[in-house]
């Protein structure tokens, strides 16, 4: 045999074989409890699955909305401590200022010559504020347009990155995350049924902070009546009663300045305490953070140190000795191992630069995905065998030969998408439908070519030679364009737009493929065995 013809259907067969190899453990894993691949099989086959998308497997559809100006007051309130720092250490006396939740830093001064002083140093030390409005003794600054949009962009990314990494701690099979304009994230958890659950793990700011029980003149209760003390703030500490449920909400004054943040925070992990079994979170710090830690816990022996997530005690226990080993533990009577294993997760993921809020919440039932799972079956059956059987009654023989190549498209693109780890979506099963055409598409004219040079009264192996390379490029340029197409809809689109665009994208490449190359090496394998053949069937 001719060693081209060799190598040609050595690659046919690498190919089919190859897709049919990733394509088996998403068929045989279908139905099993654990969702893996039994037995031998599971050991020998590729470690690799389509995923069903949102609209085929349901699940719960999220669009939060990242507040922005929070991050941008915040990056404010930094360079206003940093500020009040260089202004104390270049001995700028008698000067106050202001910043309270606000993306301007108010300075005003007792002697105005100092108001120069102010504003050279704000000018040399801190170039990312800028002078935007000035009177005899008072100076109103505030972030530079840049630095703004850099906080804003910052922030957006880092929200996007966080909740990323929160969702692949949970677990959720193929999550489908991306931004959404400049302030919002779009959230696709397949297979997730429980919306509470998920709003509570991807939206909770998760700001770990350290701060000191005040055990000043003045109660909690005080505070809350005649306002709390300059420098203190009133937090509440919630209980649950195990046996009752009732939950109780315990005012406590702490000072508002953290000793300690969540920064240097390297693990968290939900075990059970010893002594009773009861739910709690263990933190671990990074080298900085347990130096931190052991200076905290010596300095402040005997008084009591609440730890604060979100403004929120979760318990406030007194420092009996020194910690050195950089370890902490949050304790709380409203844990539930759930609940415990949540915080964990959102602490080891990391705290958002700004909070989030849900703008949209929707959940999709599995019987909607099943229901749409067998209609799209159902269309491609019917599609699929109408065109077959138009392809045997119009070209005879090579309408065998079409259908062949046909057929390979499944497992080639079924398998590549299962190598990529793709989420098939119901947008997905019709891109399928559609490249089973576009694949026919490529032979109808392949053999309406050969047709022509039959009857220009070439023989089988000319017409043949003649048609597939005539039609090549005409078949590449209509095949390019939806390609472009759909590589803008993939870089543009969102969640089952994208699924569409992949699986049109391996579709149309492998409908190539199957019509130019195993076809025409079906149509030579067949000639070479019989060379006495004058006249095709088609």
Known sequence: ?????????????????????????TLLSRGTPDGKVPGIAGKILPSKFINLGLDLKGGIYLAMEIDLQVAVNNAARRAADDLRQELNEAGVSGFRLQNENSPEIVVEVDDPANLDRVARLADSELPVLRVASRAASRLVLGLTSDYE??????????????????????????????????????????????????????????????????????????????????????????????????????????????????ESLIDARAVRDQQFGLPQV????????????????????????????????????????????????????????????????????????????????????????????????????????????????????????????????????LGALAAMGATLTLPGIFGLVLTLAMAVDANVLIFERIREEIRRGKGPLGAISGGFDHAFWTIFDANLTTVLAAMVLYQFGTGPIRGFAVTLIIGILSSMFTAIFCSRWIFDLVLSRNLRIRRISI
């Open 1 to 25: 045999m001719n060693k081209n013809l060799v190598w040609r259907g050595l690659v046919t067969a690498f190919v089919i074989l190859g897709g049919v190899a990733y394509l088996l453990p």
């Open 149 to 262: 949009a850099e906080v804003r962009d910052l922030t957006a990314r880092q929200a996007l990155e966080t909740i990323r990494n929160r969702v692949d701690m949970f677990g959720v099979a193929e999550p489908d995350i991306r931004p959404q304009g400049e302030d919002r994230i779009i959230i696709q958890l397949p297979g997730v049924n429980d919306p509470d659950e998920a709003v509570e793990l991807i939206g909770k700011t998760a700001i770990l902070e350290f701060k000191l029980v005040d055990n000043g003149m003045i109660s909690a209760e005080q505070a809350l009546r005649d306002g709390p003390p300059p420098g203190t703030e009133v937090l509440y500490e919630r209980d649950v009663d195990p046996m009752t449920g009732v939950e109780t909400r315990t005012p406590i004054l702490l000072r508002k300045q953290a000793l300690m943040t969540g």
């Open 282 to 413: 263990t933190m671990s710090f990074n080298s900085r953070g347990a130096r931190e830690f052991s200076e905290i816990t010596e300095r402040y022996v005997g008084r009591n140190l609440a730890i604060v997530l979100d403004n929120q005690v979760f318990s406030a226990p007194v420092i009996r000795t020194k910690i050195p080993d950089g370890n902490a533990v949050i304790e709380s009577s409203s844990f539930t191992p759930e609940s415990a294993r949540l915080l964990a997760v959102v602490l080891r993921a990391g705290a958002l630069p700004a909070p989030v809020t849900v703008i949209e919440e929707r959940t999709v039932g599995p019987s909607m995905g099943s229901d749409s799972i067998s209609q799209g079956l159902r269309a491609g059956t019917v599609g699929l065998v109408l065109i077959l059987l138009f392809m045997l009654v119009y070209y005879s023989w090579s309408g065998v030969v079409a259908d062949l190549a046909l057929l390979f498209n499944f497992p080639i693109i």
